[in-house]
């Protein structure tokens, strides 16, 4: 049965530290895997990883995947109150049906 | 503005009747899916469709029904066979071969 696994789930943190929320994966024919934002309703795109080992950034965000070990790890340094938010992440198919899985996302929680 | 468009953002019926909740995109996206979000449960995929006239089922399609009539829209009905069917629905679409999924604001059903 094919799954994407997050962990944690819940993640409390003080501004400023430094989070990195995992994200496993056990799927068949894989393409690719997506990190996605979740603010108040529909999620945002962050990152989509296709190949091991190739860092990708956008400002304090950063993502990798490991297709060796089927994982991925999102960073966000010097979190900031607006990053408080459910982190989602998607593992895509090579097959013709082109579905995709989510995880359960891990809620991130900002303090000032 | 190109976008996905989901309606009505907030809906209420009485248990047993059927409801049809509208997605429109304007992107000229082939693939168009709809998912399910459940506290805790991450987004569960109901249906998709990768061109007009064509959907399959996802993990949880059971009392639900689609169309794909036209490239722009994917309606979906949530039918009184939908045992549970309080939920937040999310549309999603993307360019045929899934890759970045662009996501509507979603519609937040209530059954009474």
């Known amino acids: 049965e094919d799954k994407v696994v997050q962990s944690p789930l819940s993640l409390v943190v003080h501004e400023g530290d430094t989070v990195t929320l995992n994200c496993s994966y056990e799927v068949t024919n894989f393409r690719s895997l997506l990190w996605y934002k979740q603010e108040k309703k529909a999620p945002t795109f962050l990152f989509m990883l296709?190949?091991?080992?190739i860092e990708k950034k956008s400002g304090r965000l950063s993502s990798i995947l490991d297709k060796k070990e089927l994982f991925s790890i999102l960073n966000i340094t010097a979190t900031q109150t607006g990053d408080s938010a459910i982190y989602l992440c998607a593992v895509a198919f090579l097959n013709r049906d082109d579905k995709i899985i989510f995880g359960k996302g891990t809620r991130l929680h900002i303090l000032p | 503005d190109g976008g996905i468009t989901q309606s009505p953002k907030y809906l209420f019926r009485k248990e047993g009747q059927n409801v049809t909740l509208s997605c429109e995109q304007n992107?000229?996206?082939?693939?168009m899916y709809w998912y399910r979000q459940d506290p805790g449960q991450g987004l569960r995929l109901i249906y998709y469709s990768q061109i007009v006239n064509d959907f399959q089922k996802g993990d949880i399609a059971e009392g639900y029904s689609v169309s794909r009539e036209k490239k722009e829209s994917f309606p979906l009905t949530v039918t009184s066979a939908q045992k549970n069917p309080t939920a937040f629905y999310l549309c999603?679409?993307?360019?045929?071969?899934?890759?970045?999924?662009?996501f509507g604001q979603g519609t937040r059903l209530t059954v009474v």
């Open positions: 992107l000229n996206h082939d693939a």
């Open positions: 296709t190949s091991s080992g």
């Open positions: 999603a679409s993307s360019i045929s071969g899934f890759t970045e999924a662009f």
